[in-house]
Each structure stands twice: as C-alpha cells, then as structure tokens.
C-alpha cells in the first residue's frame, strides 16, 4: 500500500468540495456577506465555465492575511470548535478559496479602508501568491475564478452540454434571488456574457425585497406573519400566500421561489419544506395544486448552538436541535394566518 502524492490528495477532496458553477458562487458569495458587503456583482462568461466573478465592497483582505487567504483550514471566522457554539458568518471552515484554487485558475484583488491601493494576487494550484501587482480598485474584494474544472475534464464535460449551462444559470439565479430576499440591504447584480440577466437594487425591507425580486403580482399576494416563542427560543418571520389566495398561481412546480432561511442561511429542510406542502395541499384540494410548491419566505431564527450546519460541504442542509418545536412552531404560524391545522386532515396524509 502506498500514501497517494499531496497533489492528488488535494485535488480529490477540493473536488468533493467545489461541485458545480452555483456552488462556487454560493461560497464567494457568502465570503462576501461576511465581509460586510452591501453590494455585490457577480460576472460570468459561458455560464461560469470560462469566469466567474464576484466583486464586493466589503472590508477586504488584511495584507498580513492574504499569504493564507486561500491555505486550506485558515480562517478568520473562527478559532475553534467551540466557536461554532455562536456562530454569526457563513463560512467557517477556510476550505473555500483553497479549494477553489485546486480545481481552476483564481485571482483575487482585495482593498481595506487602511489600503491606499488594491492589490491584485495570483493564486496556485496549491493557493500560494504566486504573483500579485497594484490595481484601480476600490474598498472590498473581487474574486476571479477561471477555468473551473480544467482539470477535472469529465466534470467540466458534464456542465458543458447546453442543458446543463442553462439549469445552472437558473440555480445561480435562484441562489442570488434567496440572498437578495433574505438581506434586503444588499445591492446585487447577474450578468452573463456581458448582458445584464438580472438586478436588485437596496430596498428598505422584506416586503420591498420579495417585491423586487419575484415581481408584483407574486408580491402582492403574500402577507407577513410572524411567531416568537421561548425555551427553547424560537422565532418565524415569513411572508405567506393571503387567505384564500390562488394558490395555483402562487406556486410553482418545483421547490425553488419556497425560500426557507435558519439563522440566515437559505436551506433546503425537508421536514419544514413537508409540513409547508402538507397544509396548502390540504387548503387547496384540486390536485393541479396538490403537486405545487408554495412561494413563500420564511425565516427561522434559533439559538446558533441549537444548529449544526457542517453537515454537507454546501451548508444547505443543517440538523436542528429543537427540529419537534420548531415544526410545532410553524403549524401555529399556518393555523393564526389560516385557521387551518394540517394534520387534522386526513387526505394531507397522503402528501
Ligand atoms: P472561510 O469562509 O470558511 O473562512 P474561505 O476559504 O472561504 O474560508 O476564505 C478564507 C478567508 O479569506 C476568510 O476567512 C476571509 O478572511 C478571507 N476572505 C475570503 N473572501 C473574502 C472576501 N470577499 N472579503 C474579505 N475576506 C475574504
Ligand atoms: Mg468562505
């Protein structure tokens, strides 16, 4: 039996890290959030095969830091285990750029308030500097990301055939809109091969955000609702189809405009995702329906220690503590906002 080579042991867990284009741009563009960004625009050439290019203008990169920036476990998020007790950021684990860097070529070009220039780095293979030069940037961090999987030539293969380009274009779509829903504030941009696809510009709130962002009739038919209970903490802050609504026309046939965020972070939880169906196919018998995905928002905040979210390398899925009360929790938003309790109803059964 032999040790494989380092080189070959880093390709095969950053490829296990780094999946797909909307992969990459959920960690560049979480990297953003935790730096504090309020604006960001992300650049793609040849669905993101080519480039992808996320600018910020967060609080940028330390000069000190930026020889470890994208060394596989630095992080500036947390120091141990124990941190992730009150964990506030997206990223913890510091695999993302060196991970990154494993599987394409990638530049990043950083600028703090202390800076007086922005300098750009030149990543290799293992995220070493390999070279780096001033640039016209302002405050924030611009990563570039191009050739992803130039060295994986099956996966690069499989996310080349015209079918597969445009499912992920519409997943990174989907991805910023549940940013742009979830952090009003943020200014975002989309463009693909030079053709702006999509923008939202800072609004005020959730209302305006969803407005913005799923377009006016979709908005219109959602109302706020919010639930707030102790021990263990739990809060629900989401926007709802209006009693009586046409659900037909506010729902879609797969999950993607259900938007359902734990402690920020934009989900995928099967339990919650269920409970939701159950009751609006319930409300809404005809069975056009009864298949259909609400449009909705919600967001459940719970105490961070209360949250593992290291379970996959993407962070969408996350195991929850309290995942019986926070259910419980969620029927009683649905029954104030519809008088309606789900599991009362036989045929909700069969969903
Ligand atoms: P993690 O996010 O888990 O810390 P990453 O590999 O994604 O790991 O990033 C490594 C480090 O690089 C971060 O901890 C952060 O200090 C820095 N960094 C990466 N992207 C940005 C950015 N857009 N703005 C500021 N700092 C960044
Ligand atoms: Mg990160």
Not at 151 to 175: A, F
Not at 277 to 304: G, I
Request: with cysteine.
């Amino acid at each position: 039996m032999k040790q494989l080579p380092s080189d070959t042991v880093r390709l095969l867990s950053s490829s296990q890290v780094i999946t797909s284009v909307v992969n990459v741009l959920k960690e560049l563009m979480e990297n953003s959030l935790d730096a504090g960004a309020l604006s960001i625009d992300v650049k793609l050439e040849n669905y993101g095969l080519d480039r992808i290019e996320v600018r910020d203008n967060g609080q940028g990169i330390k000069a000190a830091d930026t020889p470890v920036m994208a060394m596989r476990h630095f992080t500036s998020k947390i120091s141990s285990h124990e941190d992730l007790q009150h964990l506030e950021t997206y990223g913890f684990r510091g695999e993302a750029l060196g991970s990154i860097c494993a599987v394409a070529e990638v530049a990043v070009t950083t600028k703090t308030a202390e800076d007086d220039i922005s300098t750009q780095y030149t990543l290799n293979f293992k995220g070493e500097i390999v070279s780096q030069k001033p640039s016209h940037l302002g405050q924030g961090t611009t990563v570039s990301v191009l050739k992803l999987f130039k060295n994986l030539p099956v996966r690069r293969q499989y996310y080349s055939s015209t079918k597969k380009c445009k499912e992920e274009l519409k997943k990174v779509q989907d991805l910023l809109m549940a940013y742009a829903i979830m952090k009003p504030d943020l200014r975002l941009s989309l463009v693909h091969n030079k053709v702006v696809v999509w923008q939202k510009a800072k609004v005020a709130d959730h209302r305006s955000a969803l407005l913005a962002t799923l377009g006016p009739s979709a908005a219109a038919n959602l109302l706020p609702c919010h639930h707030h209970q102790e021990q263990p903490e739990i809060s629900l802050d989401g926007f709802f189809p209006k009693p009586g609504a046409d659900y037909s026309s506010t729902s879609s046939s797969s999950p993607d405009k259900t938007f359902i965020f734990v402690n920020n972070r934009p989900v995928h939880h099967k339990d919650i995702m269920k409970l939701l169906r159950q009751h609006y196919a319930a409300q809404y018998p005809d069975d056009a329906a009864r298949n259909r995905y609400p449009t909705l928002m919600l967001k459940v905040s719970v105490s961070p220690s209360s949250v593992d979210v290291n379970l996959t390398p993407d962070k969408t899925q996350v195991l929850l503590h309290d995942k019986e009360a926070v259910l419980t929790a969620v029927e009683a938003l649905l029954v104030s906002l519809y008088g309606y309790r789900p599991s009362c109803d036989p045929s909700a059964e069969k969903q």
